[in-house]
């Protein structure tokens, strides 16, 4: 039996009781309000925890890239949306592919990727199915709400396109009625809506306060980190990931230096700190070096020597399994599972 | 011919003629003032450039874990300093096996840590090279001034371990009282001290205003980044790493959506921003995601359409090539290598 003793300083812990936990209540949520629920990839990539969401109930997966979206198919999920806009020959050559034999589903806010969209579901003889993105308050991509009629027209009208509905991030009650206008104007347009796709772990559990959603995908929920537990969206109980690390330094009666810097954790932070060390909830990660995380322990009665280990939850868990090749699962003292990251690194 | 125009984004491209003029001009550099230069490889974790950079005249390579420098002994390097504290027995044991074969030097700031070490190579019936780390204006590690001579006798005094100098970074000129006062102590207590590494981009081309500096080891500037542009310690065109990248949303007039997020750059940033546009030298990517670069083309005359292609200086190089599988040099616009990133991703 392999335990975390037998595990080298950095790695990536997973609570297996604790993600276990975190994929129930979330799909619990999601079947008492009658949603659907998918599963976002982005946090873990790794197909093995995928199938422990689907065999959950989540009706599929989203992925955030085509390779992503490839690796996934391959290993045998064949419901994928991809809630991203896809744009250049190759890559929607490639969708294209991916959709011969799995139901994908792509978003669009934009004439042009729509255009791109068209071109390569023609040139594969293949139907592809589009959400349009709707502009939220975070300002990121999304078509403001006088564009949507237009693009839902533009996929409808084109034989290979397929318009789905609408995709949104994050559904959070105040998108409400920017929302129930875009459905307003497509039904006035006489479009029809199969889906509304919502999201972010910061808004799942209120999206039964925005009825129009049908489907929420998230993803950190699986992990938690810091940021959601410091933000109220879930408890520091059900934060699953940690990351064992080992005072390699102590320089002064002040400072730890951790063996964890943004190679290993990101340079992620909340309200400038780097993380929580559960052995020393007063330290602060203020500053990472590469290799090095800087650490005050003036708030900390008891403090650390060179060679102890302790446990890092990190800001950020989905950026944390994107530096590694292989994380653990843990169950006690055992580890259960050794995952590699199946889809890391694959930027394209 | 593969060119830059096969590559989907985002892409790590290396221009090949900056990067081999950043090479030769630090060598040349060190060559004039009688340094010894010492190729850190953390920035490109990539055996062929280490070559490169030993073929123009580095004496060895700096890696920062035991992982990396197990890679680059595979691969044909034997000269090794690992400027870190190598804690807990396992790495230790990991760190005497490779300095079997290997010339391994290995720094330490911590009687703990130099115990461990002692541990290692008498359990292997070998001899390990030991660096004292010195603590610098960074306060990062390394032992204060007055604990300086204590290492270096707990050291000279283990029949497995050989003192072998100070370890001190960065080595900006104000450092030099310090070290000169180290340097006095080891002196008065009888102690030899053979090399002096000193270290930092920023600082490498004052080293010859810190003489008792008697090598030192530098990653960035191989590539350079918008940091080390900003700070002026080199030009734009010294500048070798851009990441291709695609304009994929146009919400609005001043906003613009990379393909690149924190997942591609990392999230580390200069001011508040997280690299620089070449082709929109006004704009300002004032946010990432994870998969999303947020720009800001208000101040740009000309403006990106949806699909148009850019590249982007990072602002931190070293970062970056650690989120990719694998980076191109580029001549031109030929593809001449494909470099697999063989030391990335490895935390231990």
Chains 1, 2 share one sequence.
Not at 36 to 48: L, Q, V
Not at 291 to 315: K, L
């Amino acid at each position: 039996m392999m335990t975390v003793h037998d595990l080298e300083t950095p790695s990536v812990l997973i609570d297996l009781d604790r993600m276990e936990r975190n994929i129930a209540r979330m799909q619990d949520y999601c079947n008492a309000h009658g949603l659907a629920f998918r599963a976002h990839i982005k946090t873990h990539k790794i197909p093995d925890i995928a199938r422990a969401q689907l065999d959950a109930g989540a009706v599929g997966i989203a992925c955030q890239k085509v390779s992503e979206a490839e690796v996934f198919a391959r290993a045998g999920f064949n419901n994928i949306q991809i809630p991203y806009n896809i744009v250049g020959p190759k890559k929607t050559a490639r969708l294209a592919d991916l959709a011969l034999y799995n139901k994908v589903t792509v978003s669009a806010d934009h004439p042009i990727t729509v255009r791109g969209l068209a071109e390569a579901a023609r040139a594969n003889d293949i139907n592809i199915s589009v959400l349009v993105e709707l502009m939220t308050e975070i300002e990121r991509t999304g078509a403001p709400v006088e564009e949507i009629v237009n693009l839902a027209q533009q996929i409808d009208r084109d034989e290979y396109l397929h318009f789905a509905g609408l995709l949104v991030y994050p559904t959070n009650p105040s998108i409400r009625p920017v929302l129930q206008e875009a459905l307003a104007q497509l039904n006035a347009a006489g479009i029809g809506v199969d889906v509304v796709s919502g999201g972010g772990t910061g808004a799942a559990f209120h999206a039964h306060e925005v009825p129009e959603v049908t489907e929420i995908r998230v993803g950190t929920y699986v992990f938690n980190d810091w940021r959601t537990a410091r933000r109220g969206w879930a408890a520091y109980e059900d934060c699953a990931m940690t990351i064992a690390a080992t005072v390699v330094s102590r320089p002064t009666p002040d400072r730890a230096i951790l063996d964890s810097g943004s190679k290993t954790l990101s340079n992620d932070h909340e309200n400038g700190l780097h993380g929580y060390i559960v052995e020393y909830p007063e330290a602060r990660i203020y500053q990472l070096s590469e290799e090095h995380g800087h650490v005050d322990m003036s708030a900390c009665e008891n403090r650390p020597t060179v060679g102890e280990r302790v446990h890092v939850i990190p800001v950020h868990t989905c950026v944390v399994t994107n530096l590694h090749n292989e994380i653990y699962g843990v169950r006690g003292e055992e580890v259960e599972v050794v995952w590699p990251v199946a889809a890391r690194g694959l930027v394209w």
